[in-house]
C-alpha cells in the first residue's frame, strides 16, 4: 500500500504540497514514484516563475517516460530541491521529504481547499 | 504478475513488472525471464526454400549448416529495410524464420510476391499459434538445466535445437536480445502456460525474475542492436544502418540488391550513429531534434537512460561528418541542447572477470 501522509493535500495528476509549511514545498506522492519507477532526471522550475493553479512546471524523467508537474495552487516558485540534480533517485527512495522538487509561496491560499484530503487522495489511486 | 500492460503490436503486453532498472540489471547480473509470444515465426521449406531465401534475404543462407541460424534482412526493391530477422537452417530443405511483431503481415505478403509458382517452396505462418520465452542473462544455462534436466539441451550461440517433449514441440534458440547469453524458447500456444510457469519458478529460483519490454528495450540499446521501426525503416538501407556485416553483395542476386550496389558507389547519404550524452541531461527519447554545427540535421530514433552506464544513450541517422567517432552532437530536449559525442557501438561492455 502507498503512503498517504494525512498533513499533506493532492492534485489528481499525483502531486503533493504540504499547506502547514510557508512557502509550501511540493512533490510526487508515494503511488507516483512507484509507478514512475527510477526517476533519473528532474527538470526543475525557475525560480521567480509566477504560477497558476495547474500550470505544467517541470519535467521529471523517468527511465520509461518524461512526466509533467503541474503546481497544486498559484504562486511563486521560491525554491527548487538542488540535491535531486546529482541524486534524482531521492524522489524514489523519500518522495515526502528529501525529494521534495519545489516551494512555493501561494497568492490564493483558499486554493488549498480545492485538493483533495489524504482521504480522498487514497481512494483516487485504490 | 503485477505487470503493467501496453499495447504492442497488437498484443497486450507487460512493459515492466517490478521496474525496468531492477529488470535491467537482473538479466546483466543473473536472468530474466521475457515473454515474446508476440513474435512471428514462419516455416519456409522444400527443394526450393534455400534458393528463394537467398534470393529475397541479404545474407547468405547457403553457409548455414542444419542447426544453424543467421541474422539477416528482409528488403524491398529500393534496398529499405522491411524486416530484420534471424533465419535459421532447421534441415536441409528446411528453415525457421523468427520476425518482428509488428512486421508479420507485411513480411508476409511480400515474400508472397516474391514467390514464383515452379519455386517448390512451402510457407506456413506459425505466429498465431507459437508463444515464445526468451530466457536471458548469465544464469540462462542453468535455468535451461532445471527445466529440460540437463544442460546438454541448452542452445549455444546463433544454434537451434528441435524436439518434442512429452508436453509438445519446442524450438530452442541461442539467440536474444540482450547481449546476454540465453535462448529463446518457442511452442505451441496450448503447451505455453505449463512452460512458462516452469521457466518462471526456475527463473526465480536462480535469482532473477520477469522482465517486460521496458528492460528489453534497454538492454538492445546499450547494445546497439536496432529496432525495426525506431532505427529500421523501408526508408533506409541496411548499409545506412550500419548492418554491412549480414549483407552479402557476392553470394548473387536478391531483392534490394541493385539498390545497395548504387548506393555504395554513389556514397551513403547518412548513418546510423552512437551517441551518450556527455553530462548531465534528460534521457534521450525519440523523435527530439538532432543538431550539428548548430543546425538541425536529424532527430533521435532510439534513445534511453543506459541504466548500466547511468547516463543517456541514443541512435540517430546523421551526416557521414557528424557520424564519425568523437563528434558532438546536439540533442534537443523541450527547446534545450544538450551535448552529446558520438561513440563506437556498442554502448555497454561486459566487464572482464
Redesign the interface.
Same mark, same amino acid.
Given at each position: 500500500m502507498s503512503n498517504v501522509p494525512a498533513q499533506l493535500r493532492y492534485r489528481d495528476s499525483h502531486e503533493w504540497i504540504d499547506p502547514t509549511q510557508s512557502p509550501s514545498p511540493v512533490g510526487i506522492t508515494d503511488h507516483a514514484q512507484a #509507478?514512475l &519507477? @527510477?526517476v !533519473?532526471?528532474v @527538470?526543475p522550475p525557475k525560480v521567480g516563475t509566477q504560477v497558476s493553479a495547474g500550470q505544467q512546471v517541470c519535467?521529471i #524523467?523517468? !527511465?520509461?517516460a518524461?512526466s509533467d508537474i503541474y503546481a497544486p495552487v498559484a504562486g511563486e516558485i521560491v525554491a527548487i530541491n538542488e540535491a535531486l &540534480?546529482g541524486d534524482p533517485g531521492l524522489l524514489n527512495r523519500d518522495p515526502y521529504a528529501g525529494g521534495w522538487i519545489f516551494k512555493i509561496q501561494p497568492s490564493t491560499p483558499a486554493e488549498f481547499e480545492s485538493l483533495m484530503d489524504a482521504a480522498a487522495y487514497g481512494r483516487h489511486i485504490a | 504478475m503485477g505487470a503493467r500492460m501496453v499495447p504492442f503490436a497488437g498484443w497486450d503486453m507487460p512493459v515492466q513488472y517490478t521496474g525496468i532498472v531492477d529488470e535491467h540489471k537482473a538479466v546483466r547480473q543473473n536472468v530474466g525471464v521475457f515473454d515474446i509470444s508476440h513474435m512471428g515465426q514462419f516455416i519456409v521449406s522444400g527443394p526450393g526454400a534455400e534458393a528463394f531465401l537467398n534470393r529475397v534475404l541479404t545474407n547468405n543462407i547457403t553457409k548455414l549448416q542444419p542447426g544453424h541460424g543467421q541474422y539477416t534482412l528482409l528488403l524491398n526493391g529500393l534496398g529499405g529495410v522491411i524486416d530484420d530477422l534471424i533465419a535459421y537452417r532447421t534441415s536441409e530443405r528446411e528453415f525457421y524464420l523468427v520476425v518482428n511483431a509488428s512486421r508479420i503481415d507485411t513480411d508476409w505478403a511480400h515474400l508472397e510476391t516474391q514467390l514464383n509458382k515452379d519455386d517448390e517452396v512451402m510457407m506456413a505462418n506459425a505466429s498465431d499459434f507459437t508463444a515464445g520465452l526468451a530466457i536471458q542473462g548469465p544464469q540462462a544455462r542453468a535455468v535451461a538445466a532445471a527445466v529440460f534436466g540437463s544442460a546438454n539441451s541448452f542452445p549455444e550461440h546463433n544454434t537451434i535445437l528441435v524436439t518434442m517433449t512429452e508436453n509438445g514441440p519446442m524450438w530452442l534458440c541461442g539467440t536474444g536480445y540482450t547481449g546476454e547469453e540465453g535462448f529463446e524458447f518457442f511452442m505451441p500456444m496450448e503447451t505455453a502456460e505449463s512452460w512458462f510457469r516452469k521457466i518462471v519458478d526456475a527463473v526465480k529460483l536462480a535469482g532473477g525474475m520477469p522482465c517486460g519490454l521496458g528492460a528489453r528495450d534497454t538492454l538492445r540499446l546499450e547494445m546497439g542492436y536496432p529496432l525495426n521501426g525506431n532505427d529500421l525503416s523501408e526508408a533506409r538501407t541496411p548499409l545506412q544502418a550500419g548492418l554491412g556485416f549480414f549483407v552479402d553483395l557476392d553470394k548473387g542476386d536478391f531483392t534490394g540488391r541493385a539498390a545497395l550496389v548504387a548506393q555504395k558507389a554513389a556514397g551513403l547519404p547518412d548513418k546510423l550513429a552512437a551517441f551518450r550524452m556527455t553530462g548531465a541531461a534528460p534521457p534521450p527519447r525519440p523523435h527530439y531534434p538532432v543538431a550539428f554545427a548548430g543546425a538541425i540535421i536529424g532527430e533521435v530514433c532510439s534513445g534511453t537512460q543506459s541504466p548500466s552506464l547511468g547516463a543517456g544513450i541514443g541512435m540517430a541517422y546523421v551526416p557521414l561528418d557528424a557520424a564519425t567517432i568523437g563528434s558532438i552532437l546536439e540533442i534537443e530536449i523541450r527547446g534545450r541542447r544538450f551535448p552529446a559525442e558520438v561513440v563506437k557501438k556498442p554502448f555497454y561492455r561486459k566487464p572482464a572477470l
Open positions: #509507478e &519507477t @527510477d !533519473v532526471f @527538470d519535467v #524523467e523517468s !527511465v520509461k518524461a &540534480t | -
